[in-house]
């Protein structure tokens, strides 16, 4: 149920320049980019029943196919938006997987300051993972740490050091965390929440409020990025929408973020459609790109673009479009490979 839970006991008015949250206005936050419905993966900015026509930012996706080129990806897309002001970003993203399954997660538990990545499987947190929410976690802790050392600045070569705060997470088993950047300049520092809850929006409300223009991050947001029927109801005013809300859906709590200004800054969502794996990507400036791995599982080859975010039916129809068959039909010879 959609309980939010009382004031957090973290902060950010330790650091040097951090605004105090009970004597800063909102005029002193500073301007913040126009909030868009990329909740729903539609681009406020574009018509979906326009043309659609090649553009820089589309050609600017790739699937990564190694858990660097991935830290690369998103956060060069996170610079580049945080030069257009926008401070408030959302990202979600696949994660690394050990693909021993014997070792599954154990390599995440360690200690140390700088990732082996060779060898790693990039996986969306999915049911697949053995270990639950957890396991999800302690992938996505890495993950956000590399990310936060990527784009948090360095002063001659040093990346910013990047500490942990569990506090977020009040039950200690819901996988939620925040990590942030301690910067030489305060005025460089990042707040990461990983992998947030419904629940968790009081707290993403303080932080931003304390922030100022410093740069927010949601990483891999526990809520769907689509709605069910609960999350519709939600998003209506009054008691019926109040009461679908208190069940459980997410309208109100997206409503909250939308109001703070945050916004999808890169995705990457993955599942499979026609017996293969396909992937949904999307820039904070670009459409929705889907993609279909090889048989060769080396690749993945561009299927098609949407202004708004492809439903399951709709990447089934590109493939139908595309020639491309049912994979267990490609791999014994009664249909076209997918190369």
């Not at 949601?218 to 005013?237: G, H, I, K, T």
């Not at 945050?262 to 999307?282: A, D, T, W």
């Not at 904070?284 to 790109?289: E, H, K, L, M, V």
């Amino acid at each position: 149920s959609l309980l939010i839970h009382g004031a957090t006991a973290f902060s950010l008015s330790g650091r040097p320049g951090f605004q105090n949250v009970a004597t800063t206005s909102p005029a002193q936050l500073g301007p913040v980019s126009q909030s868009t419905r990329l909740f729903q993966g539609t681009d406020a900015a574009t018509d979906d029943n326009a043309t659609t026509t090649t553009s820089s930012p589309n050609n600017l996706i790739d699937v990564p196919l190694t858990f660097d080129d991935m830290i690369k990806g998103a956060s060069t897309a996170m610079e580049e938006a945080r030069s257009q002001g926008i401070n408030r970003q959302i990202i979600r993203i696949l994660l690394p997987r050990d693909p021993n399954s014997g070792n599954l997660g154990q390599y995440f538990e360690d200690e140390v300051e700088e990732m082996d990545t060779q060898g790693l499987l990039l996986a969306p947190p999915d049911e697949s993972w053995q270990g639950g929410i957890m396991q999800l976690y302690r992938a996505a802790s890495p993950t956000a740490r590399n990310i936060l050392r990527k784009i948090g600045g360095d002063v001659g070569g040093v990346p910013p050091k990047v500490v942990e705060d569990r506090s977020v997470d009040e039950s200690g088993v819901d996988g939620v965390g925040l990590w942030m950047t301690q910067s030489n300049n305060p005025a460089d520092d990042i707040s990461c929440f990983v992998q947030p809850l419904q629940e968790t929006v009081d707290a993403i409300e303080n932080i931003s409020k304390q922030a100022g223009e410093r740069l927010v991050v949601l990483m891999n947001p526990q809520w769907r990025n689509v709605d069910d029927a609960l999350d519709s109801a939600s998003r209506e005013e009054g008691i019926f929408g109040s009461l679908a809300s208190f069940l459980g859906g997410k309208g109100n709590s997206l409503k909250r973020l939308e109001d703070a200004q945050f916004q999808n800054v890169y995705s990457i969502e993955g599942y499979v459609c026609k017996g293969g794996n396909v992937r949904l990507m999307k820039r904070f400036d670009s459409d929705w790109i889907v993609f279909a791995e090889n048989d060769s599982e080396t690749d993945f080859i561009l299927i098609g673009d949407m202004k708004s975010r492809p439903s399951y039916q709709d990447v089934d129809q590109m493939l139908n479009e595309k020639g491309v068959s049912l994979k267990y039909a490609r791999d014994i010879g009664l249909a076209p490979k997918l190369e």
